[in-house]
Structure formats: C-alpha cells, structure tokens
C-alpha cells in the first residue's frame, strides 16, 4: 500500500485546511485509517481514525474542529482531514496511515505511512 498525503501549508488562527491521502497498491486490505501528527520535541499522537466501515475517533484537542473522511473507490481509497478553527497548537507534520491489520488502533501503530505534511498555524 502506498499513501501520497497533501494539503498542509500554513494559515492564520481560526483557519481551516484540507489534508487528503491518497491510497493505491492492496487497498483492499486496510481496515482503518487515520492521520496523526508530531511537533517539535513532542512525542507522535493519533489525531483521527476511520475504520473500514465508517466509524470515527478523534483525539480530544481536535473533537469538534477536525473531521476525518473516507472514499473507498474501486482501485483507490482517499482519506481526509477537514481542520477547522485552527490554533497555534495544531503545527505539526500530520501523517496519514493505514493497518491492514484488524487491530485496536489504541493500542497499535498502523503499518503502512504517507511522508508528512507540514501544518503551521500562526497565531
């Protein structure tokens, strides 16, 4: 599975960006996906996740402002992060993942990951 993300950049506090992630290769076996982020000197955290079957969890710093979406094509899967309302806190580089393994997504990193994306936010 490969994973091409896009859409970070950088906007003002209280702005909104887009990320999308694009999947091709052996779509059809991810279960869940997700994005997730690391600031400088910060350990990664999981932002949001989507399962196969449509379900979604967010972080609590995001619950509210953030949405994760999925379109399940037949050759691609496509992932997207709507982030809105935007705070300082929010830079990061923002990965997006997929696990083709049926697992707790909490208590497991997912196994196939995008390069990052860089979100900054000014204040």
């Known amino acids: 599975v490969q994973l091409q993300a896009s859409g970070g950049g950088s906007v003002q506090a209280g702005g909104s960006l887009r990320l999308s992630c694009a999947g091709s290769?052996?779509?059809?076996?991810?279960?869940?996906m997700g994005w997730y982020r690391q600031a400088p000197g910060k350990q990664r955290e999981l932002v949001a996740v989507?399962?196969?079957?449509?379900?979604?969890?967010?972080a609590d710093s995001v619950k509210g402002r953030f949405t994760i979406s999925r379109d399940n094509a037949k050759n691609t899967v496509t992932v997207y992060l709507q982030m809105n309302s935007l705070k300082a806190e929010d830079t990061a580089v923002y990965y997006c993942?997929?696990?083709?393994?049926?697992?707790?997504?909490?208590?497991?990193?997912?196994?196939?990951w995008g390069k990052g994306t860089q979100v900054t936010v000014s204040s």
């Open positions: 993942a997929a696990d083709s393994v049926y697992r707790d997504y909490a208590q497991h990193a997912m196994n196939f």
């Open positions: 290769g052996s779509i059809f076996s991810i279960y869940n």
């Open positions: 989507i399962t196969s079957g449509g379900s979604t969890n967010y």
